[in-house]
């Protein structure tokens, strides 16, 4: 058994394509040897990477294939053998497989009778197979951004390959990609050891060779050490502590080969700027991490990861030089924050003309003038229906809402758009409903983030949105296939997610005519369906509703999404019911009878149901299916239109005994028509009654 | 926390290089590693990029090695010399590597000694940060240099530039002066930046005194005393001309043409018994055309599209229609420059 590294070697991958690659070399290594059955049945995978490297080490490779028996066939027999004897072609084959002319047997095919031989196929040596196959492997990796960098272009990857490990026990597999021939030697960390190369004897001894060389090649062991020493640098802050951020800890990790960490500190004064500003320089743009108090509040220190361990002098002035950018970055955005100051928020909405939205829907002042439209509308709908708006908070918001795309602060983070309007709102004294609807217009982000605090800030984020989903579709940029480049399935995911989350009573038809826009009947098809499958989205990937309930619920109407929720939940509840169960039967039976019937001409498509007649009604089993769908009937309207669905689909179920009676002793697609006529009418009418949850003939029996 | 004390006695340790000893420095270090020293471009350009030297050049086949430092105008980025960190005119060392060598990494590492900057001592990382020019449709993967938390290279390997793929593509490395500068001399105001000491009386000038008044009445012209009207008859100018160049450029020598007028000629001899004009006189116009004029007047449209943009003086619908329009004839001027190139040598 043998031991096997791969080691690519390359100029630095970008931070957040890493951990992808590495996962992925790993896995088609490990699958190279086991299509090629190299791979020991006990074998140990190890996978490394660093900012310059991605390694697999196999522990457990076999020396060679083992043989494989593999019956080849060769000539006509008559054409091999001669009077028994073998001819010249029949000895030529026998060499050819390897074996005795003895050994050969016959075979009969649909073409006669062959001579065949059952040859031992030789296992190829690991070595040989490796050299032919493992370069493959590494050219094959995706990269979200590729590059050229030799001349004719004969590779692309994502950054030029710069050495190539591959070892199996003490001995180099000959490997080649992008010009470099492997061997066994690797290099170390680019400062602190320097160009020397550095060999390896045997791939056990590889962690340790690089841990020597200031490259702790092992990605969670960095990860740890990141961790332990933000913890320990945030102890000299009396009752502080780092604030944790997962997504920061893994981009520093991909950053470094040999990390540690420093503590720097800034000015008290700054702590005057809203804690976003701060946060957003820190982690966004220094990839630094803040120090909070005990209460979560700010303290002026900061936390950074360097790819190296300074000595005691190279700390000091590592940490004045990051104190050094940091307080840039704060003067900055300090004077951004006093220079936009001079410029208020309502003189700013006539800037928005010079802000282009999208090149055919014109300016950001034209989208607000829209949105402005919208959110009235939207607010009037939701007083009339009993929602309080503070209607002229929204009314001063709307128009205020884009004009922080014209401050300097904006322009310098841009992903503090909204925060930044809504910090000037409330810094100007425009009042706190005003400032918070403006603050939070673009939330949720992504469907985990929270959904505006405010009703002001929920109108103002569904108009908003809704006027952009309203007017792309009407310029024909909708999303199509994994092209959503407006993020309007994230815009209406967000609009779901609101209505949902606050029970809003406005449901989607409210908003589409709320757009001032007016639309063709093809693109409402397409914005109907749109918001269809956006709702279908919200209730299987983020409620966790199974498929066939969506689809049941969904397919009787989907324009309050409140309401879809609610009878997902319900019939989620009750479904497990031998009852239900039975009536998801019979009304499925029910649809196959009335499509037949529609098929064979025996009923008109356009009819309307609810028209029994009682003195058609001759068996006693469809006069008691009769009755007691006309007592239940209002009864499920009732508990319907106070929203109380599991109860309406418990007393649905009451009625299995009754349909399944029916179903055993009443013919319906009898010969005589207005007997036919009329037991259509009733499953018909049964259908219609008890349909209005969910469509149960989408439920898949379990 | 007593880093700031500390910090700065480390600095006095060592007199912190000049803004024209960095200069000198970086220069003399490409020099002498087989760089030819170019000047600045002398027409306005938004960053080192732009210069023909590297725009241009890194076009075709040839080997390049060249620097230059290339003080780049952004009107917009303009700040009165109010801001300690903000210029209008900011300077840069450009350096174009064409085909990069495999340890052109090294080399740029070895030009941080070359400055002063003791590696071992500092933390250095290579981060993501691809370059693109859309208007000169150009882009690569490269990485900025983060030392001690201040991006202070941009570092691109040229993957496209005129919409034409690159084969061999150029490494370029993009040194930003004044912020290095600064990070050496430890000063928060680029105008405290010593630009040069006198050599016997030790007296210093400062970026502010050679620069200050060059900020302040340079912003003051982008943003308020640009005449708006004639800044749009100065574009236009520009653009009729460098128009007009590459519609001559593609009448005479686009390929399909050629052939055309080879079918005419053809046709004369078969028809008229004219002696068709020698081929030599078109190689010989096609060598004379000036397809750098054009590029010079492409990049005037730039920087008038730049200070009209600081004068708030675009329009939504404008923008996007002007930017295009330049982009077709910075585009077009690669192509042309690329195929005149690449015939003159073919003939």
Same mark, same amino acid.
């Given at each position: 058994?043998?031991?096997l590294?791969?080691?690519?070697?390359?100029?630095?991958?970008p931070?957040?394509?890493?951990?992808?690659?590495?996962?992925?070399?790993?896995?088609?290594?490990?699958?190279?040897?086991r299509?090629?059955?190299?791979?020991?049945?006990k074998?140990e995978?190890?996978?490394?990477?660093t900012?310059?490297?991605?390694a697999v080490?196999?522990?457990?490779?076999?020396p060679?294939?083992?043989?494989?028996?593999?019956?080849?066939?060769?000539?006509a027999?008559?054409?091999?053998?001669k009077?028994?004897?073998a001819?010249?072609?029949?000895?030529?084959f026998?060499?050819?497989?390897?074996?005795?002319?003895?050994?050969?047997?016959?075979?009969?095919t649909p073409?006669?009778?062959y001579?065949?031989?059952?040859?031992?196929?030789?296992?190829?040596?690991?070595?040989?197979?490796?050299?032919?196959?493992?370069?493959?492997?590494?050219?094959?990796?995706?990269?979200p951004?590729n590059?050229?960098?030799?001349?004719?272009?004969?590779?692309?990857?994502?950054?030029p390959?710069?050495?190539?490990?591959?070892?199996?026990d003490?001995?180099?597999?000959p490997?080649?990609?992008g010009?470099?021939?492997?061997?066994?030697?690797?290099?170390g960390?680019?400062?602190?050891?320097?160009?020397?190369?550095l060999?390896?004897?045997h791939?056990e001894?590889?962690?340790?060779?690089?841990?020597?060389a200031?490259?702790?090649?092992?990605v969670?062991l960095?990860?740890?050490?990141?961790?332990k020493?933000?913890?320990l640098?945030?102890?000299s802050?009396?009752?502080g502590r780092?604030?944790?951020?997962?997504?920061?800890?893994?981009?520093?990790?991909?950053?470094?080969?040999?990390?540690?960490?420093?503590?720097?500190?800034f000015d008290?004064?700054?702590?005057?700027?809203?804690? +976003?500003v701060l946060?957003t320089?820190?982690?966004?743009?220094?990839?630094?991490?803040?120090v909070?108090?005990?209460?979560?509040?700010l303290e002026?220190?900061?936390?950074?990861?360097?790819?190296?361990?300074?000595?005691?002098k190279?700390?000091d002035?590592i940490?004045?030089?990051?104190?050094?950018v940091?307080?840039?970055?704060?003067?900055?955005?300090?004077?951004?924050?006093?220079?936009?100051?001079?410029t208020?928020?309502?003189?700013?909405?006539?800037m928005l003309?010079?802000v282009?939205?999208?090149?055919?829907?014109g300016?950001?002042?034209?989208?607000?003038?829209?949105n402005?439209?919208?959110?009235?509308?939207?607010?009037d709908l939701l =007083?009339?229906?009993?929602?309080?708006v503070?209607?002229?908070?929204?009314r001063?918001a709307?128009?205020?809402?884009?004009?922080?795309?014209?401050t300097?602060?904006?322009?310098?983070?841009?992903?503090l758009?909204?925060?930044? =309007?809504?910090?000037?709102?409330?810094?100007?004294?425009?009042?706190?409903?005003?400032?918070?609807?403006?603050?939070?217009?673009?939330s949720?982000?992504?469907?985990?983030?929270?959904?505006?605090?405010t009703?002001e800030?929920?109108?103002? =984020?569904?108009?908003?949105?809704?006027?952009?989903i309203?007017?792309?579709?009407?310029?024909?940029?909708?999303p199509?296939?994994?092209?959503?480049p407006f993020?309007?399935?994230?815009?209406?995911?967000a609009?779901?997610?609101?209505?949902a989350?606050?029970?809003?009573?406005l449901?989607?038809?409210?908003?589409?005519?709320a757009?001032?826009?007016?639309?063709?009947?093809?693109?409402?098809?397409?914005?109907v369906?749109?918001?269809?499958?956006?709702?279908?989205?919200?209730?299987?990937?983020?409620?966790?509703?199974?498929?066939?309930?969506?689809n049941a619920?969904l397919a009787?109407?989907?324009?309050?999404?409140r309401?879809?929720?609610?009878?997902?939940?319900?019939?989620?509840?009750?479904?497990g019911?031998?009852d239900?169960?039975?009536?998801a039967?019979?009304?499925?039976?029910?649809?196959?009878?009335?499509?037949q019937?529609?098929?064979?001409g025996?009923?008109n498509p356009?009819?309307?149901?609810?028209?029994?007649?009682?003195?058609l009604?001759?068996?006693?089993a469809?006069?008691?299916?009769?009755?007691?769908?006309?007592?239940?009937?209002?009864?499920?309207?009732?508990?319907?239109?106070?929203?109380e669905?599991?109860e309406?689909? +418990?007393?649905i179920?009451t009625l299995r005994?009754?349909?399944?009676?029916?179903?055993?002793k009443?013919?319906?697609?009898?010969d005589?028509k207005?007997?036919?006529?009329?037991?259509?009418q009733?499953?018909?009418?049964v259908?219609?009654?008890?349909?209005k949850?969910?469509?149960f003939?989408?439920?898949?029996?379990? | 926390?007593?880093?700031?004390?500390?910090?700065?006695?480390?600095?006095v340790?060592?007199?912190?290089?000049?803004?024209?000893?960095?200069?000198?420095?970086?220069?003399n270090f490409?020099?002498?590693?087989?760089c030819?020293?170019?000047?600045?471009?002398?027409?306005?350009?938004g960053?080192?990029?732009?210069?023909?030297?590297?725009?241009l050049?890194?076009l075709?086949?040839?080997?390049?090695?060249?620097?230059y430092t290339?003080?780049s105008?952004?009107?917009?980025?303009g700040?009165?010399?109010e801001?300690?960190?903000?210029?209008?005119k900011?300077?840069?060392?450009?350096?174009?590597?064409?085909?990069?060598p495999?340890?052109?990494q090294?080399?740029?590492?070895d030009?941080?000694?070359?400055?002063?900057?003791?590696?071992r001592?500092h933390?250095?990382?290579f981060?993501?940060?691809?370059?693109?020019?859309p208007v000169g449709?150009a882009?690569?993967v490269?990485w900025?240099?983060m030392?001690?938390g201040?991006e202070?290279?941009?570092?691109?390997?040229?993957?496209?530039?005129?919409?034409?793929?690159?084969?061999?593509?150029?490494?370029?490395i993009?040194?930003?002066?004044?912020r290095?500068a600064?990070f050496l001399q430890?000063?928060d105001?680029?105008?405290?930046?010593?630009?040069?000491r006198?050599?016997?009386?030790?007296?210093?000038v400062?970026?502010?005194?050679?620069r200050?008044?060059?900020?302040?009445q340079?912003?003051?012209?982008?943003?308020?005393?640009?005449?708006i009207g004639?800044?749009?008859?100065?574009l236009?100018?520009?653009e009729?001309?460098?128009?007009?160049?590459?519609?001559?450029?593609h009448?005479?020598?686009?390929?399909?043409?050629?052939?055309?007028?080879h079918?005419?000629?053809?046709d004369?001899?078969?028809?008229?018994?004219?002696s068709?004009?020698?081929?030599?006189d078109?190689?010989?116009?096609?060598?004379?055309?000036?397809?750098?004029g054009?590029?010079?007047l492409?990049?005037k449209?730039?920087?008038l599209?730049?200070?009209?943009?600081?004068? =708030?003086?675009?329009?939504v619908t404008?923008r996007?229609?002007v930017?295009?329009?330049?982009?077709?004839?910075?585009?077009g001027?690669?192509?042309?420059?690329?195929?005149?190139k690449?015939r003159?040598?073919?003939?």
């Open positions: 058994m043998a031991d590294l791969f080691e690519a070697g390359m100029e630095e991958i931070a957040r394509m890493i951990a992808a690659a590495e996962a992925e070399l790993t896995e088609r290594v490990v699958e190279l040897l299509r090629e059955r190299l791979l020991a049945e074998h995978v190890h996978s490394y990477s900012p310059r490297r991605l080490q196999v522990n457990g490779v076999l060679r294939q083992p043989d494989a028996a593999r019956e080849l066939t060769g000539p027999w008559s054409v091999a053998f009077d028994g004897q001819t010249a072609a029949g000895q030529a026998a060499r050819k497989a390897g074996v005795d002319v003895a050994a050969l047997e016959k075979i009969n073409k006669g009778e001579v065949a031989a059952k040859a031992l196929q030789k296992g190829r040596g690991a070595s040989e197979v490796l050299r032919d196959l493992l370069a493959a492997e590494l050219a094959a990796l995706y990269w951004k590059m050229y960098w030799r001349p004719l272009k004969p590779e692309r990857f994502v950054r390959v710069r050495w190539i490990v591959a070892l199996l003490h001995a180099v597999v490997v080649e990609f010009g470099v021939q492997s061997s066994s030697q690797t290099f960390h680019r400062i602190l050891h320097g160009n020397a190369p060999s390896i004897d791939p001894d590889y962690l340790g060779v690089l841990e020597s200031s490259v702790t090649a092992d969670q960095r990860r740890h050490r990141i961790r020493a933000l913890d640098e945030t102890r802050v009396p009752g780092w604030r944790e951020d997962a997504a920061l800890v893994e981009t520093v990790t991909h950053l470094t080969e040999w990390p540690s960490v420093v503590l720097g500190s008290r004064e700054y702590l005057v700027l809203p804690e +976003e946060v320089v820190m982690r966004d743009h220094q990839k630094y991490f803040a909070e108090n005990a209460q979560g509040k002026p220190y900061f936390l950074a990861v360097l790819n190296t361990h300074p000595e005691e190279g700390i002035v940490r004045h030089g990051n104190e050094r940091l307080r840039a970055r704060f003067n900055d955005a300090r004077f951004f924050w006093r220079v936009d100051q001079k208020p928020l309502e003189d700013r909405v006539d003309k010079s282009t939205f999208h090149k055919e829907l300016s950001y002042w034209d989208k607000t003038q829209a402005l439209a919208i959110a009235e509308r939207l607010a =007083g009339s229906r009993g929602v309080p503070d209607e002229s908070a929204l001063q709307v128009p205020l809402a884009k004009t922080d795309l014209t300097e602060l904006v322009k310098e983070f841009t992903e758009q909204g925060i930044v =309007g809504g910090l000037y709102a409330r810094a100007q004294g425009l009042g706190e409903t005003v400032a918070q609807a403006i603050y939070w217009q673009y949720p982000a992504a469907i985990e983030d929270p959904i505006p605090p009703v800030g929920q109108v103002l =984020g569904i108009a908003d949105r809704i006027q952009t309203v007017a792309m579709f009407g310029i024909g940029l909708e199509t296939g994994s092209k959503d993020a309007l399935r994230r815009a209406a995911n609009i779901v997610k609101i209505l989350e606050t029970g809003l009573p449901v989607r038809s409210d908003l589409f005519h757009v001032p826009a007016a639309l063709d009947d093809a693109t409402k098809e397409k914005l369906a749109f918001f269809h499958e956006r709702l279908e989205f919200w209730l299987r990937e983020l409620r966790g509703f199974a498929y066939d309930v969506v619920v009787v109407r989907s324009d309050n999404m309401d879809a929720i609610a009878r997902a939940e319900a019939l989620t509840a009750v479904r019911s031998d239900l169960a039975a009536i039967a019979a009304f499925k039976r029910i649809r196959n009878i009335l499509r019937a529609q098929e064979k025996l009923l356009g009819i309307d149901f609810g028209f029994v007649s009682q003195d009604l001759q068996d006693p469809e006069q008691a299916l009769n009755t007691a769908a006309a007592q239940l009937a209002p009864v499920v309207e009732e508990l319907q239109r106070k929203q669905y599991r309406a689909l +418990e007393r179920a005994p009754h349909v399944d009676l029916f179903f055993d009443v013919m319906v697609m009898v005589d207005s007997l036919r006529d009329n037991r259509l009733l499953i018909g009418t259908l219609g009654a008890f349909s949850i969910a469509d003939s989408e439920l898949v029996s379990a | 926390m007593t880093a700031i004390g500390s910090a700065s006695n480390v600095r340790a060592t007199q912190a290089l000049t803004f024209q000893e960095l200069l000198l420095r970086l220069q490409w020099a002498e590693r087989g030819v020293l170019a000047q600045p471009y002398d027409i306005e350009v960053a080192g990029t732009m210069s023909p030297d590297t725009f050049r890194v075709g086949p040839d080997p390049v090695a060249i620097a290339q003080p105008r952004r009107p917009a980025d700040r009165y010399g801001n300690p960190n903000r210029l209008y900011h300077t840069q060392l450009q350096v174009i590597l064409k085909p990069p495999a340890e052109i090294d080399i740029y590492l030009s941080l000694e070359a400055i002063g900057i003791r590696l001592e933390d250095i990382k981060e993501e940060d691809n370059w693109e020019w449709g882009w690569g490269g900025q240099v030392l001690d201040l202070i290279t941009q570092f691109t390997y040229f993957q496209q530039c005129g919409g034409m793929d690159l084969d061999p593509i150029s490494g370029e993009t040194y930003g002066l004044e290095i600064a430890d000063v105001s680029i105008y405290d930046i010593v630009w040069a006198d050599p016997k009386t030790g007296r210093a400062t970026y502010g005194d050679i200050l008044q060059d900020e302040l340079l912003s003051v012209y982008n943003f308020e005393a640009a005449d004639k800044l749009w008859e100065h236009r100018l520009y009729a001309e460098c128009q007009a160049l590459l519609d001559e450029f009448k005479t020598f686009r390929t399909e043409k050629a052939a055309e007028r079918e005419k000629i053809h004369r001899l078969v028809h008229d018994g004219a068709p004009p020698p081929d030599e078109l190689r010989v116009a096609l060598r004379r055309f000036p397809v750098l054009a590029y010079e492409c990049l449209c730039s920087h599209f730049n200070l009209l943009d600081a004068r =708030g003086a675009i329009s404008e996007v229609a930017m295009a329009r330049i982009r077709n004839m910075v585009v001027v690669a192509k042309a420059y690329a195929a005149q690449q003159a040598e073919a003939a």
